[in-house]
Nanobody, 123 residues
């Protein structure tokens, strides 16, 4: 049973930083890609970043490039999302996800989801 558990969200002022964590368990993820998505109230879930577990290849949405960094720790089976220079428009619930195979920016391509962690950025 695959489980993804996010943590690290919170309330932060604009310009600040957060590091989100996604603890993954239930299988080996070497053949998987891990994604981060976010969803603000009244908006659709949107792609943020993804990483291929085995090769460490990453991919970002255009509007977060340069501010967000996705990484993974094999020993801890954990994926991270470092968020810098936070903006009020980054306010959303952030979700970790996993899919077998390569990276996808479409949320419906992911098989497993965490419960989400809330990020709120004050201006």
């Amino acid at each position: 049973q695959v489980q993804l558990v996010e943590s690290g969200g919170g309330l932060v002022q604009a310009g600040g930083s957060l590091r989100l964590s996604c603890a993954a368990s239930g299988r080996t993820f070497s053949g998987y890609s891990m994604g981060w998505f976010r969803q603000a109230p009244g908006k659709e879930r949107e792609f943020v970043a993804a990483i291929i577990w085995s090769t460490d290849t990453s991919y970002y949405a255009d509007d977060v490039k340069g501010r967000f960094t996705i990484s993974r720790d094999n020993a801890k089976n954990t994926v991270y999302l470092q968020i810098n220079s936070l903006k009020p428009e980054d306010t959303a619930a952030y979700y970790c996800s996993a899919r077998s195979g390569g990276i996808s920016s479409n949320w419906y391509g992911y098989h497993y989801w965490g419960q989400g962690t809330q990020v709120t950025v004050s201006s």
